[in-house]
């Protein structure tokens, strides 16, 4: 039976902070939550997108002039796409196939299984060399729960170290048939506070800590990623009661991720309003401080993606 293909972002060779070595990840296209500090919006929507990059746009009109749908306005100025419009249409490329500048770009790509996993073992003696392997991220791979399956599987029975990282907010019967192909799972805490997580991320976090202490409990080796936003979840406060529900559930390490607002500029290309252009990014002494923090309750903290071995 053939295999249904995969729409990925990105493919990104010789990552080292998706799990310990080096490590090729592919970047799923789709995600439940909307987290507002977001740096990689062009990964929620779960259908092919438009970029427009207004500066190297010469507004030669091709664009209009192919448009199906007649999503795109603004012949001799400007373009406007009506991205509810652009979205609901059959994901045709016509924009990005003829504007000569690249201006119009399509975010999103099919790949079968096969072709994921040869990619995947391309970068073999990387991972013999590091400990490293693969790692499917996102997006949330459970949103392509096939593909994502079957991509693991099948490096494990390559003998491909295999990791997965997930939002968790899935229903279990999901979860649990992909994650039993992973060696490692990277998970995110946003909020221990529910109404706080749903102010920051769309959903309540009620389900996604269910999931990840029922992981835990399967015995599934877990890194715990905590994105670190000023004013949101930094207080200390989140940080115990995240400590101390890291502790009940035999969760041992935490990767510390700093704020940053370095895919601003993706949110003007996709048509988006950014919502945290206010926020400043916490300084190293914060993040050192809060790493002290964890380390205090018995858990191994670690500032950024980790390229160590968590064993």
């Not at 977001?38 to 030669?60: D, F, G, Q, S």
């Not at 000569?100 to 996993?117: K, N, R």
């Not at 990282?165 to 019967?173: L, P």
Request: proline share 4%; with cysteine; charged share 25%.
């Amino acid at each position: 039976m053939d295999q249904k293909p995969g729409l990925v972002v990105s493919i990104q060779h010789y990552s080292i902070q998706d799990g310990p070595g080096i490590r090729t990840t592919i970047f799923l296209k789709g995600c439940p939550l909307h987290c507002l500090w977001c740096h990689n919006p062009e990964m929620i929507n779960p259908k092919m997108e438009v970029w427009y990059n207004a500066r190297t746009c010469t507004l030669c009109g091709k664009c209009v002039e192919v448009c199906p749908v007649l999503a795109i306005e603004g012949y001799l100025e400007e373009r406007v796409i009506d991205r509810k419009i652009c979205l609901a249409s059959t994901g045709c490329r016509n924009c990005a196939d003829v504007c000569p500048t690249a201006a119009m770009e399509i975010v999103g790509s099919q790949i079968s299984v096969e072709d994921a996993v040869k990619e995947v073992r391309a970068d073999a003696s990387f991972y013999q060399r590091t400990g490293g392997g693969i790692c499917i991220s996102g997006g949330e791979p459970t949103l392509q729960a096939d593909f994502t399956r079957e991509v693991l599987k099948q490096c494990q029975e390559h003998y491909i170290n295999t990791a997965v990282e997930t939002c968790c907010y899935a229903n279990w019967e999901v979860l649990s048939d992909v994650t039993q192909y992973a060696d490692l799972i990277l998970t995110d805490i946003k909020h221990m506070d529910s109404v706080k997580h749903k102010e920051g991320t769309g959903v309540s976090n009620e389900l996604i800590l269910e999931n990840i202490a029922k992981l835990s409990k399967m015995g599934k080796l877990i890194r715990i990623r905590l994105p670190l936003i000023p004013g949101y979840n930094d207080s200390e406060e989140n940080l115990r009661k995240t400590a101390e529900f890291m502790k009940a559930n035999n969760l041992k390490y935490i990767d510390l991720l700093a704020f940053h607002i370095m895919g601003e500029y993706k949110y003007r290309q996709l048509g988006k309003i950014y919502a945290c252009s206010e926020v400043k990014e916490p300084t190293a002494l914060d993040m050192d401080m809060h790493r002290a923090f964890f380390e205090s309750y018995g858990i191994e903290g670690n500032i950024g993606g980790t390229d160590i071995d968590p064993m």
